[in-house]
């Protein structure tokens, strides 16, 4: 009973005064009321900058060192965690498994509700071990309650193998919290639809991924001014869009823009440094290898 109690008096489950009367609203007053109670989720989240901030640097010094970043989760965090993880790799050309996200249930949670799976402690922990977790890692738990028994299970394992921890949760002094190096706690507080966290929970988890890995890259060299010079060109789109960054980097025509494209065998940062210093692509990716794949720092 005490068990129940605790989880009734966390701000994500309780019960949103605005919202009692939703079910006798006309769809438009449903949706403005629903948007009134996302315009908070921006504010919830620029309360807890620094600790996104710092987190991320983590990220980036893990990466750079030759770790990895992987995301922890069950339901609705988990499947926010896969999908983070999994477009890094055509935006920023990371290879697989730089970024990763460990779903409770497997591959099977992400198109099917398996809610019981997120009670095993035991569960998080082996596929830690699994995933062959080593102090060059970063793991992150993802928790709107920031108690969830797997993700605890996770984040203790890491711990134990010397991985630096963060965790991204929705309410105060979690239990999550207690135990990473980084905790990042976005108060977003009752939902419309009274424990649903998929809404607010949801989105502002979406938005604090959306920073850890865009910051961690962009330190990384991956970003040049504001343009994905990283991105993989693997289809006629990332082609267009690839050929537009070379012009807007170095304002060359899309003929030749194209052109480098190629001759740098579809990379479109080294094709940039090609453009800027007027060089064969060796060199370009030389220069790049030398200044740590940043761009800027070739010319400063």
């Known amino acids: 009973m005490a068990k129940q109690k605790r989880m009734e008096n966390l701000e994500t489950e309780k019960q949103n005064p605005k919202t009692i009367n939703i079910d006798t609203m006309s ?8 948007n009134d109670e996302d315009k908070d989720v921006a504010f919830a ?8 901030s710092r987190l991320s640097d983590k990220i980036s010094q893990s990466i750079k060192e030759g770790g990895r970043c992987f995301y922890v989760g069950a339901g609705t965090s988990g499947r926010l965690g896969i999908i983070d993880a999994a477009e890094t790799v055509p935006t920023f050309n990371l290879t697989y498994g730089t970024f990763s996200a460990i779903l409770a249930g497997g591959e099977e949670a992400m198109m099917k509700s398996i809610e019981n799976v997120e009670d095993d402690e035991s569960g998080g922990s082996c596929e830690i071990e699994k995933n062959g977790i080593s102090s060059k890692d970063t793991v992150i738990g993802i928790s709107a309650s920031g108690r969830t028994p797997y993700v605890m299970g996770a984040l203790k394992k ?22 990473v190096d980084i905790a990042i706690e976005i108060l977003t507080g009752p939902e419309v639809i009274t424990g649903s966290t998929r809404l607010k929970a949801g989105t502002s988890q979406k938005m604090v991924l959306n920073m850890l890995s865009t910051i961690s890259m962009v330190k990384l060299g991956k970003v040049y001014k504001n343009l994905m010079v990283d991105v993989t060109p693997i289809n006629e789109k990332l082609v267009n869009r690839a050929v537009r960054i070379i012009m807007t980097a170095t304002g060359i025509s899309r003929e030749e823009s194209f052109n480098l494209l190629k001759e740098s065998e579809m990379r479109p940062k080294v094709a940039i440094v090609m453009a800027l210093t007027n060089r064969g ?3 370009a990716e030389r220069l790049l290898e030398i200044h740590e794949g940043k761009i800027k720092d070739i010319f400063m």
Not at 27 to 34: F, I, Q
Not at 161 to 172: M, P, R
Request: glycine share 4%.
């Open 281 to 283: 692509s060796k060199d």
């Open 158 to 179: 890491a711990k134990e193998k010397g991985a630096f921890t963060g965790c991204v949760v929705n309410v105060k002094k979690s239990e999550i919290s207690s135990i």
């Open 45 to 52: 989240v620029e309360k807890v900058l620094s600790s996104i």
């Open 27 to 34: 769809s438009v007053e449903m949706a403005k009321l629903m």
